[in-house]
């Protein structure tokens, strides 16, 4: 389990920094998305979208949960595979359930966010992450 979720793996110096720049730039754009929705929360907790059914408040907190707290633990590489879960199953739901029914203009997004973050979490975070860090204080005999 220690393995899976820091991995000591040392990739080529090329694909890792092509990995830090990946995780940086959808990172910090899908964190926009997560601190509009936290500036706003007062104005969207009443009308939010509930397609779990756990009411809009909680959604509401479950989006920005995965679109502003797990992106931050995924551009640092930290608990890179377990951050990146919410943000996976976050554009499911957006892409799934929330725009169904939308034109696949609206749907779009969603998509491309969801494909980036399943191949990312398939790659892993490369060397420069934390995780990679803490991977290199783990004995061996723990993995």
């Given amino acids: 389990m220690l393995n899976f979720l820091f991995p000591e793996k040392n990739d080529a110096p090329g694909v890792s920094w092509l990995l830090l720049a990946a995780r940086i730039v959808f990172g910090v ?6 601190i509009a929705k936290c500036l706003n929360f007062d104005t969207l907790a009443a009308t939010f979208p509930d397609p779990l059914g756990v009411g809009s408040r909680v959604s509401l907190m479950m989006a ?54 399943v191949l990312m979490y398939i790659a892993g975070p490369g060397r420069y992450a934390a995780d990679t860090l803490i991977a290199r204080y783990i004995p061996r005999r723990l993995r």
């Fill in 29 to 34: 754009l899908l964190m926009s998305h997560g």
């Fill in 64 to 117: 920005i949960f995965g679109e502003v707290v797990c992106p931050a633990g995924f551009i640092a590489g930290l608990l890179y595979r377990l951050a990146l879960i919410p943000m996976i199953f976050t554009m499911c739901v957006a892409f799934f359930a929330v725009h169904g029914g939308d034109p696949f203009a609206a749907r779009e997004l969603a998509l491309v966010y969801l494909a980036v973050f």
